[in-house]
């Protein structure tokens, strides 16, 4: 749908607010609105994380105090 990722307020009004976010995260790419000469919006997809892998192991009883224990 856009063919920019840079657009001002009143490129931004012309098109419809759900035609602009599902623009943004099909193609992966942020989106800035110039609000005014100083003033500018960023919109961008979130990254989807893959899950933690889950590991093998354990954690030994009383690590925490062994860490953490003042030296004699």
Do not use: C
């Amino acid at each position: 749908m856009l063919a920019t990722n840079h657009l001002t307020l009143a490129e931004f009004k012309q098109h419809a607010l759900e035609d602009i976010l599902n623009s943004v995260w099909f193609n992966r790419q942020s989106l800035t609105v110039q609000l005014s000469s100083t003033a500018e919006i960023v919109i961008q997809p979130k990254p989807q994380l893959k899950p933690l892998p889950v590991l093998e192991g354990y954690v030994p009883t009383g690590w925490k105090e062994g860490i953490y224990d003042e030296p004699k």
